[in-house]
């Protein structure tokens, strides 16, 4: 790893080729103050990478400094805009590589690009996406999506699934454990005293069981055994004012209890900022909100702001863990 002084060094995934990654990691890579903010070791098919961003090997990545492109496996040719197989095995090969560095401590973070789920089935990997494969290839068996969109920041009870399936679970264990792992992750990040909400399930939070009885069946009773164990929570809120809250610096996190609860309020208030990470893996891995975006690609119309903003946030984190890990 590099000296503790030196740029931190984020690896970065390109994504999926055919959708807009490639060409707003090109640009992420061109940009003058990342540049001085942090070393990108940039990995994908070498047709994607740009002049000027010197090809190395995995295992002739060393401390230094200026970008580098570690060139990871094709499988054929790619139509740009479209779901295809030979995309989706392009993207595993480059996540594949970019968790191995980020495993093994050669890089302070991993940004990932984004990817189609549907071109990751169609190239071998039936999962719901990135957080849950690198989760597997950590070992990880407990880990969560947290979501960052300037003071509002929201973990996920539940991913990328039917609603009535999301639903069905919620469960005060499930909770529970959710607060836990929101409660120590915000310590991870350098905020001391956690202060924590938990997003209600029904209009009003259930209006007192005139609107719905989850609340009291398995969120108040999640609520209060945290707070027996010394998190400080509040809730259930009314998901129709807890991100507002939340945004405002209320809390310094939300638990929210399936994907749209909270990526409505997130993809709303990101302004071309948002962020994920993921928790409960043992190393940084951040990503920025959006998606492929395959209507856009090629056609030099993608911003690479949330990239960029992804990969200096990524820094910043990984500056801090460098430094506390050195007892600094």
């Known amino acids: 790893m590099d000296a503790p002084d030196a740029l931190p060094t984020v690896a970065l995934t390109c994504g999926d080729p055919a959708g807009i990654g490639p060409e707003i990691a090109?640009?992420?890579?061109?940009?003058?103050?990342?540049?001085?903010?942090?070393?990108?070791?940039?990995?994908g098919p070498a047709a994607l990478r740009p002049q000027g961003v010197p090809a190395i090997s995995a295992d002739g990545l060393t401390p230094g400094h200026g970008h580098v492109w570690i060139e990871t496996a094709t499988f054929g040719?790619?139509?740009?805009?479209?779901?295809?197989?030979?995309?989706?095995?392009?993207?595993?090969?480059?996540?594949?590589?970019?968790?191995?560095?980020?495993?093994?401590g050669r890089v302070d973070a991993l940004v990932t690009g984004p990817v189609s789920k549907e071109a990751l089935h169609l190239g071998g990997e039936q999962v719901e996406g990135q957080t849950e494969l690198l989760a597997r290839w950590s070992g990880a068996t407990r880990f969560e999506m947290l979501a960052i969109a300037g003071s509002l920041r929201v973990l996920l009870l539940t991913r990328h699934m039917p609603l009535v399936r999301a639903l069905s679970l919620v469960s005060t264990?499930?909770?529970?454990?959710?607060?836990?792992?929101?409660d120590e992750g915000l310590r991870r990040l350098g905020i001391e005293h956690p202060r924590l909400a938990?997003?209600?399930?029904?209009?009003?939070?259930?209006?007192?069981?005139?609107?719905?009885?989850?609340?009291?069946?398995?969120?108040?009773?999640?609520v209060a055994t945290a707070r027996a164990e010394g998190i400080d929570v509040e809730g259930p809120v009314s998901p129709d004012s807890v991100f507002f809250h939340g945004s405002r610096g209320r809390y310094d996190g939300v638990l929210a209890l399936y994907h749209d609860q909270a990526f409505i309020p997130i993809k709303l208030l990101s302004a071309d900022g948002g962020v994920t990470l993921i928790l409960g893996l043992p190393y940084l891995r951040v990503s920025p909100v959006h998606g492929t975006a395959f209507d856009l690609a090629g056609k030099g119309l993608a911003s690479p702001a949330n990239l960029i903003a992804a990969v200096r946030q990524a820094a910043e984190w990984g500056r801090l863990r460098r430094a506390s890990s050195s007892g600094r």
């Open 77 to 104: 040719e790619w139509e740009l805009g479209r779901v295809q197989e030979s995309a989706g095995r392009a993207a595993l090969a480059a996540l594949r590589a970019g968790h191995e560095l980020a495993l093994g």
């Open 198 to 222: 938990l997003a209600g399930l029904n209009p009003h939070a259930g209006e007192n069981g005139l609107l719905g009885s989850e609340e009291d069946e398995h969120l108040r009773p999640a």
């Open 173 to 182: 264990d499930r909770v529970l454990d959710r607060l836990r792992l929101l």
């Open 26 to 43: 090109r640009a992420a890579l061109a940009d003058p103050d990342l540049a001085r903010a942090a070393r990108v070791v940039a990995l």
